[in-house]
């Protein structure tokens, strides 16, 4: 009874897929010293990952320090 019961509801339900959408920080150069904001850093562009596909900013922010 259990197995047509799952095979009524995989018709009526469509199973469920796991991705998550996420945003993160991406390094696009070595760490460089830059005389404007007189620190060390990275220059950083953000990456979005939504519905199983990644997209990406230009290189638009600095994070300050080297790890």
Sequence with gaps: MTNLMDKV?????PRATAS???SYYKNC?????VE???????WQKLC????GKTG???CLYFSVGCK
């Design 56 to 58: 990406c900013t230009g």
């Design 36 to 42: 404007e904001y007189g620190h060390v850093g990275h």
């Design 9 to 13: 509801l995989d018709r009526l339900v």
């Design 48 to 51: 979005h990952v939504v519905g």
């Design 29 to 33: 150069d070595v760490c460089t010293y």
């Design 20 to 22: 998550a959408d996420t």
